[in-house]
């Protein structure tokens, strides 16, 4: 190892690390054949020595063929969910005479019409089609007239 820079030292220690995350490049970045030869020696070594945890990436990953998947309910909830978590408005709505389901329908326009501030027929057509602002919500019916 005394034939190795401090910066190959470190190029060696990156890539072993990758090689552990199982992190894998497109392109194989490293000219540099002493450091590739390193990494290769260094991991074979570890590797019968099982001080690792390394699985098989059979164990943790699940295949899916993408090209078959139906999915016929699919909603968009990440951005209701955090306009929602952040407005917080049901709380304040009903101690100012709203009632449960008034608030309900209140929090509902509100939090999609600051995700998705389009005309109000395009704002209900999105709602019954792809957003999950009714469930955060708790308002009943996505066939009601939310609009």
Known sequence: ???VSPRQLNKIQKHISDKYEQKTSLFDQEDDIAVKQYVDDFFLRILPSQKLDI???QKFLRM??????QHSNAQEIDVEYHTWE???LTPLLLPIGFSSENAMLAATQVVSRAVY???ELKNLRWIKGNSAVCELTGYKSKTDHVG
């Not at 899916?64 to 998947?69: A, E, R």
Request: proline share 11%; charged share 35%; aromatic share 0%.
């Open 64 to 69: 899916v063929d993408m090209d078959t998947l």
């Open 86 to 88: 952040k407005l917080n």
């Open 117 to 119: 501030p389009v005309s």
């Open 55 to 57: 699985k098989t990436p």
């Open 1 to 3: 190892m005394e034939d």
